[in-house]
């Protein structure tokens, strides 16, 4: 099918795209990658009056450190993210991550702010940004604000972006010295969505978890922290029975919807699975000194 018809503006600096979402306000809707949003177009399931394409816009195609993180820009292919030395080294959670976004001609064109803008529960990066405490700088005439990733996502395809405002960046702080971070899922194929996945970081003091963070995709109507889980690991012990315990409470309350990948009793086994391989790698990296 053929997508419905739309008008086509092209911004070639950050401050021409915001003066264009301004402009057209609710009827504004960003081009980026276009591996999420051209498919819904073509498919009717998105009808955007006017599309804004940012991909000319070179100065927000960067992965720099800075002020304790690794910024991501808004034009920065997922493929030149997943092999930037500074994500590898100082959040390799995303790589990771990364490698299960679809393929690489897929992921030579998407961007990670576009995959984190985009929303989807079922996608890697929103629970890398949950995992890892991302700050999400979000653009508009009135100026930049700053989100933490546990207040973006509202629900399914939704976050607080306003009508008018664009995502410029993302920032993943870097991991912790003595911290191990991994990224775990079940598809059905390599590169298809999860049926469930988990991200982790752990951060030891010897055989103390000083800090974790868990975050689940594919489970709920948007990405979620495991919060309890979190809290069942810090100040206590390692052991492969505190892992299985987190595993356990991290699913807790969770009311996946069926589908014909599988029944809500099945993402729930398998979401605890790739929560205790999420964790337990963790622990092992940060046990072999720490990523950092
Ligand atoms: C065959 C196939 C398989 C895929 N498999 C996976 C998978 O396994 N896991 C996965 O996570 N993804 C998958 N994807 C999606 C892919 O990762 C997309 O690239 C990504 O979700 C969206 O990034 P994009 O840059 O292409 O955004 P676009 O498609 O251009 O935009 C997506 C949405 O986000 C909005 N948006 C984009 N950038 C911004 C911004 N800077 N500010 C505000 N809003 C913005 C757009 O307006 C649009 O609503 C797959 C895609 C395809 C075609």
């Known amino acids: 099918m053929k997508p419905a018809p739309f008008q086509y503006h092209r911004a070639m600096s950050e401050a021409e795209a915001v003066a264009i979402m301004e402009h057209l306000g609710e009827e504004g809707r960003i081009l980026a990658g276009g591996q999420s949003l051209v498919p819904l177009m073509n498919f009717r399931l998105a009808q955007p009056e006017h599309l804004v ?49 679809a393929h690489p001609p897929i992921r030579h064109r998407g961007t990670v702010v576009g995959s984190i803008a985009h929303a989807d529960p079922a996608a890697e ?34 976050t607080v972006l306003e009508p008018g405002e664009l995502v410029t960046e993302v920032r993943f702080p870097i991991a912790a010295p003595g911290s191990g971070q991994a990224f775990a899922e079940f598809a059905r194929r390599h590169g298809d969505f999860a049926i469930a996945g988990a991200a982790a970081s752990v951060t030891l003091d010897g055989t103390r978890v000083t800090d974790a963070s868990i975050a689940l995709c594919a489970l709920g109507p948007r990405p979620m922290r495991a919060a309890d889980a979190e809290q069942s690991l810090i100040g206590n012990e390692l052991s492969d029975e505190l892992i299985a315990q987190a595993a356990d409470r991290a699913v807790t309350g969770l009311e996946p919807g069926a589908d014909i990948h599988g029944g809500t009793e099945y993402r729930i086994r398998v979401a605890r699975a790739q929560v205790k391989r999420a964790l337990s790698t963790a622990v092992e990296r940060a046990r072999g000194g720490g990523q950092a």
């Open 53 to 101: 394409d940012i991909n000319a816009i070179a100065a927000l195609d960067y992965v720099r450190r800075e002020n304790g993180a690794v910024a991501v820009g808004a034009t920065a292919r997922q493929s030149a993210v997943e092999h930037a030395d500074d994500i590898r080294m100082h959040v390799p959670l995303v790589a990771e991550a990364l490698e299960s976004v």
């Open 125 to 158: 990066l929103p629970s890398v940004a949950l995992a890892t405490r991302a700050d999400i700088v979000l653009t508009s005439a009135a100026g930049k604000r700053t989100v933490a990733a546990d207040d973006f996502f509202l629900g399914p395809f939704e």
